[in-house]
């Protein structure tokens, strides 16, 4: 394999069984085709033409941990195996990884969402504005790691319920909080996180619209602008906190409580809920009148003030650090890689791409500065693949 090892990272998917069947197409071997594929996803390339041409310009590089006795791979083989090579295989080798450089966090929260990759349907594939035949990926993101513990793909928006018990299966939860948003509140999938030991923070909407509805009643009455004593109805602890960004001012209010005989008895198949909570968020723009909305949750945890406000605040991590950067970033809802298992496979590649950005704990500069970085630096990006915390704890493995 050239003067010297994989990168750690690239170790872990050296195995995996070649779907080629002829050996006429096997020209190039596979660990050469995903390496090369991997790193121009990493630093930029959004398509098989641009994959080929950073093969090409990085070639002298490569073959540092690379053989490249067939030199490097056409355009078309990319784009061949990567519509071959089942997903799921790669996201098995991408867990592993993930198993070994992930630090044991007590109450780590996990959040759990999904987001669909719109780019892959064409205009004819749209309907009413919704796309069709598009995918819908939804990760697991460990918040204070930092880093997407797995994703598990469906057809729509609407699985993410048979999708997340899924994923749950995949990963280690033992001590940890998993937060969800509403399409995910459901008691099942509630009773198989208290199974694994974890504890849970769902969102309250309309699709469980009764128990939404009686836990809204509940804090029907609380006015954070009195003493609590006025309150005196209902038990409950609070927490409040205060933000000022960019000009808009934001206060948010947390209340929980562990007052949830009466709601047992109503929803008796939600046994694992032993707390209830509501966010009060007043925010002003300094353009008007301030807008105040509440929302509504379930949790296993004790009534915790601090830390349910934790978990809440945390969930949105997945959205702000996972979601929209994949977007900015990457570009990801205008890819145009559509076919079989490429778009599923892509969407894994940018997310390690991601993490490895993040392994940069000296840096100061921005995630997108680091991307930018890892495409124009061979030697930035060799330091990150051989040299980063994470290459460290892979080698002491």
């Given at each position: 394999m050239g003067n010297t090892k994989l990168p750690p990272l690239m170790e872990y998917f050296s195995n995996i069984e070649d779907p080629r069947r002829i050996t006429k197409?096997?020209?190039?071997?596979?660990?050469e085709v995903i390496v090369i594929a991997f790193l121009a996803v990493m630093s930029g390339a959004d398509g098989w033409e641009s994959i080929e041409r950073y093969g090409v310009?990085?070639?002298?590089?490569l073959k540092k941990f690379l053989s490249l006795e067939k030199g490097i791979p056409k355009h078309d083989v990319y784009r061949r195996v990567l519509y071959a090579l089942r997903s799921e295989l790669l996201e098995s080798?991408?867990?592993n990884w993930i198993r070994d450089i992930k630090q044991d966090i007590r109450q780590e929260v996990i959040a759990i969402d999904g987001k669909t990759v719109r780019g892959m349907a064409?205009?004819?594939?749209?309907?009413a504005g919704t796309a069709v035949?598009?995918?819908?990926?939804v990760s697991a993101w460990a918040t204070e790691n930092q880093l997407v513990f797995a994703q598990v793909q469906t057809a729509e928006k609407s699985n993410e319920i048979t999708a997340i018990p899924a994923l749950l299966e995949q990963i280690a939860i033992q001590g940890c909080i998993i937060t969800i948003d509403a399409m995910g509140c459901q008691y099942e999938i509630a009773e198989k996180i208290v199974k694994k030991e974890a504890d849970y923070v769902f969102a309250l909407k309309g699709n469980q619209e009764?128990?939404?509805d009686a836990v809204k009643e509940y804090w029907g009455m609380l006015d954070f602008g009195k003493p609590a004593g006025q309150a005196h109805y209902i038990r409950f602890h609070s927490v409040s906190t205060y933000e000022e960004k960019h000009g808009?001012?934001?206060t948010r209010d947390y209340a929980v409580s562990d007052d949830v005989q009466w709601l047992h008895k109503e929803f008796p198949q939600w046994k694992t809920i032993n707390s209830i909570g509501m966010v009060e968020s007043t925010r002003d723009t300094g353009q008007g009148e301030a807008k105040t909305e509440r929302r509504y949750f379930v949790s296993?945890?004790?009534?915790?003030?601090?830390?349910?406000?934790h978990a809440v605040r945390a969930h949105w991590g997945i959205e702000n650090q996972l979601h929209y950067m994949l977007d900015v970033i990457y570009r990801e809802d205008a890819s145009r890689v559509r076919k079989d298992y490429s778009p599923r496979t892509l969407a894994l590649i940018r997310k390690i791409a991601l993490t490895i950005a993040r392994s940069d704990k000296e840096s100061k500069t921005s995630i997108r500065g680091r991307v930018q970085q890892m495409g124009w630096s061979e030697d930035y990006l060799e330091s990150l693949l051989f040299r980063s915390d994470f290459a460290s704890l892979q080698e002491a493995s």
């Amino acid at each position: 394999m050239g003067n010297t090892k994989l990168p750690p990272l690239m170790e872990y998917f050296s195995n995996i069984e070649d779907p080629r069947r002829i050996t006429k197409n096997k020209k190039y071997p596979l660990i050469e085709v995903i390496v090369i594929a991997f790193l121009a996803v990493m630093s930029g390339a959004d398509g098989w033409e641009s994959i080929e041409r950073y093969g090409v310009m990085r070639k002298k590089w490569l073959k540092k941990f690379l053989s490249l006795e067939k030199g490097i791979p056409k355009h078309d083989v990319y784009r061949r195996v990567l519509y071959a090579l089942r997903s799921e295989l790669l996201e098995s080798c991408f867990m592993n990884w993930i198993r070994d450089i992930k630090q044991d966090i007590r109450q780590e929260v996990i959040a759990i969402d999904g987001k669909t990759v719109r780019g892959m349907a064409t205009k004819s594939r749209f309907k009413a504005g919704t796309a069709v035949n598009s995918i819908h990926l939804v990760s697991a993101w460990a918040t204070e790691n930092q880093l997407v513990f797995a994703q598990v793909q469906t057809a729509e928006k609407s699985n993410e319920i048979t999708a997340i018990p899924a994923l749950l299966e995949q990963i280690a939860i033992q001590g940890c909080i998993i937060t969800i948003d509403a399409m995910g509140c459901q008691y099942e999938i509630a009773e198989k996180i208290v199974k694994k030991e974890a504890d849970y923070v769902f969102a309250l909407k309309g699709n469980q619209e009764n128990l939404h509805d009686a836990v809204k009643e509940y804090w029907g009455m609380l006015d954070f602008g009195k003493p609590a004593g006025q309150a005196h109805y209902i038990r409950f602890h609070s927490v409040s906190t205060y933000e000022e960004k960019h000009g808009r001012k934001e206060t948010r209010d947390y209340a929980v409580s562990d007052d949830v005989q009466w709601l047992h008895k109503e929803f008796p198949q939600w046994k694992t809920i032993n707390s209830i909570g509501m966010v009060e968020s007043t925010r002003d723009t300094g353009q008007g009148e301030a807008k105040t909305e509440r929302r509504y949750f379930v949790s296993s945890l004790a009534a915790d003030e601090n830390l349910f406000a934790h978990a809440v605040r945390a969930h949105w991590g997945i959205e702000n650090q996972l979601h929209y950067m994949l977007d900015v970033i990457y570009r990801e809802d205008a890819s145009r890689v559509r076919k079989d298992y490429s778009p599923r496979t892509l969407a894994l590649i940018r997310k390690i791409a991601l993490t490895i950005a993040r392994s940069d704990k000296e840096s100061k500069t921005s995630i997108r500065g680091r991307v930018q970085q890892m495409g124009w630096s061979e030697d930035y990006l060799e330091s990150l693949l051989f040299r980063s915390d994470f290459a460290s704890l892979q080698e002491a493995s």
